[in-house]
């Protein structure tokens, strides 16, 4: 019986039940019986975008190979890398065995063997463009990952937009990318600034209380202005009082004039909204500056970093000591996904894996998935079977693709840096103060947007 799904019946299961009703034909395995081979299925569709696809399947994964994200850029090359070996069959299978729903079978997609070709987006809007530019028309990729900057996600989702290229977002923290700036050919696997804030504002009221006055330092891009809201949004209903902030350019590395009005401030907590290779820099000399050591208002001064990565924290050393922020995922999840994954991964590349390692790989084979499902690579087709989509065994409890927006929702987790006498390995440098279910950081589609109306995604690119 076919599958129903909240859409319907599937054109591939339409398909197939009604040409073997009109002809007594049957639509075989994928290397063709009775006649029919599994190829021919390209003509049900006409051509669009990259489709449709030729004797293998091409893969684009763009992503900051330098600049100050470069770090986060070389894990998700190793878990894109990962992801492709698994699809065709090689190595453990990693979460191929423990996604559910799923269509993956370890022999390619629809019966075709995986590549992929690479690019540095230079931790630049216009050259990850200009890049993913290049994959799509000389390479003709049917699919685009990666990121690590929201601004570069935005530039290369709109392309892939126009194009009519899926782009499924690796490391995009950004609220615009699934709001303001959101696209019919684009999915978020990650969270985004409003859910930080979400997680965050109660915690940091109960762990410092609620008459704080905070100074931001941010990012001056489209992530920090996003993070700076949700920030003040959060923190400020938990009645905490925000004194000023300075923007600063990602390429920012002597972070000292920024950090000196926070000291002529009254302000207690410092809010450091920068990520990579930004928040080794700044955190690190604020510690130097003496900012956690500062007494203001009767009160030790805290330091709040948002958005947290192991890279990170990695880089920071031991000054990420009881430092709280967000994580998207660890590498220390005890979910089946999480466990299979982090061996698969540390097996290979014998360290283990970072959030933006984990969502690039969990991005590949959620596309891989709905090309099955939808038993064609024609983007509409494989859009609809990712649009309200639900899956588990890709890290803890479900994880749910929203159609309004294209973002998807699962648990978060808010972390504190370890002393160095907690730590197990040079690894283990977060400790999880709580796992915070989606249920508490889900808001109303449309609700984060500065403009445009919920749902206006854009088109398909099948309407007549």
Known sequence: MPKKTKKGVSRRQFLKTSVGVAGGLFLGDRLGIGG?????????????????????????????????????????????ELAVEHLNGQGDGGMLTTMNPSSLTGEGILGKEVTYVTGDTETNPTAARDSARRMIERDKVIMISGGSSSGVAIAVQGLCQEAKVIFMAALTHSNDTTGSDRRRYGFRHFFDTDMSGRALGGILANEYGKDRRAFHLTADYTWGHSQLKSMKEFTEKEGWTTVENIMAPTTTTDFSPYLTPVLNSDADVLVLNFYGKNMVDALTQAVRFGMRDREVNGKTMEVVVPLYSRLMAQGAGDNIEGIIGTENWDYKLDDEGSKIFVKSYTDKFGFPPSQAAHTSYVQTLQYADAVE?????????????????SVSGIGPGVCDYRDCDHQAFHDVLVVKGKAPSQRDSEYDLLETIRQVPKEEIVYECGAVDREGEPGDLGPYGDES
Not at 46 to 74: H, I, M, R, W
Not at 373 to 389: C, K, M, N, S, W
């Open 373 to 389: 499902r939808a038993g064609t690579f024609y983007p509409p087709e494989v859009i609809r079977q990712l649009e309200g989509h």
């Open 36 to 80: 029919i081979h599994w190829a021919a299925r390209a003509q049900d569709y006409p051509a669009l975008g990259n489709f449709p696809v030729g004797d293998k399947v091409v893969f684009g994964f763009n992503v900051p190979q330098t600049g100050a994200y470069s770090d986060e850029g070389a894990d998700e090359l190793r878990a894109f």
